[in-house]
């Protein structure tokens, strides 16, 4: 069992940068791929990174390739995004997620967080 919090969300500028982050209890952290996906307002959920259970291999959606981060601490039990040159239409409610790194990427995960809100102003 692996219970996720995310923090780090907020209202920010476009052009302006959040770390956002999931901390994880329990012991089997590094067991787990970990994943950062997103909802806004009336649409669906989408995958943004996934990092693997190392931190060795990344995965991201074109729609952040470039500017978005993704990263981990296992000694922390705590997963990383970093967003930079934030736009309007990043704004959504992020969460992460843990599972195998295929199901991830997929756009699956076996434990969510509750989630964080982040909002770019234009």
């Known amino acids: 069992q692996v ?3 995310e923090s780090g969300g ?3 500028q476009a052009g302006g940068s959040l770390r956002l982050s ?3 209890s329990g012991r089997t952290f590094s ?3 970990m994943g950062w996906f997103r909802q806004a307002p009336g649409k669906e959920r989408e995958f943004v990174a996934v990092i693997s259970r190392s931190g060795s291999t990344t995965g991201y959606a074109d729609s ?3 500017r978005f981060t993704i990263s981990r ?3 922390k039990r705590t997963v990383y995004l970093q967003m ?3 736009k309007p239409e990043d704004t959504a409610v992020y969460y992460c997620a843990a599972d195998d790194y295929s199901t991830v990427l997929a756009g699956h995960g076996r434990y969510w967080g509750q989630g ?3 909002t770019v102003s234009s």
């Open 3 to 5: 219970q996720l919090v």
């Open 10 to 12: 907020g209202l920010v």
């Open 22 to 24: 999931c901390a994880a």
């Open 31 to 33: 067991s787990y791929a």
């Open 64 to 66: 952040v390739k470039g």
């Open 73 to 75: 601490d296992n000694t």
């Open 84 to 86: 930079n040159s934030l």
């Open 116 to 118: 964080t809100q982040v």
